[in-house]
């Protein structure tokens, strides 16, 4: 993924200039398996604003930063459990330290 890749101040560039929904989908549903509902939810926007985004629009800002910030802690949990498979489950599962949360969630 071609955000996962750059660094912190890239991502910011990446931000200011914004976050496609074809980015977004290729990341959110491919990798994550989330639904637009489901990453409304996390994101704090509407399901409704982001399924009716075209391919080439820009998602709304406060999902961007959401998006980039999950995919940095992807990078960082792959590398670390060495899988990115493994990634996804830790990312998603609920965890005790953190009031019963996942960290995607937190």
Partial sequence: ?????????QCRSF??????KRQYTEFVHSIFKF??????VIAG???????RL??????????????????????RAAF???SEEKAVAWLKKPNALLDGESPVQA
Avoid: C, H, W
């Avoid at 639904?35 to 409304?40: C, L, S």
């Avoid at 926007?45 to 399924?51: F, Q």
């Avoid at 080439?56 to 910030?69: G, H, K, L, R």
């Fill in 35 to 40: 639904t637009d509902k489901d990453f409304a």
């Fill in 45 to 51: 926007t509407s399901t409704r604003t982001l399924s």
């Fill in 54 to 75: 075209k391919a080439d629009q820009n998602i709304p800002m406060q999902a961007a930063e959401v998006t980039i910030s999950l995919m940095r802690a992807y990078e």
């Fill in 1 to 9: 993924n071609a955000i996962l890749k750059n660094s912190p101040v």
């Fill in 15 to 20: 931000l200011l200039n914004g976050v496609q």
């Fill in 80 to 82: 670390i459990f060495g």
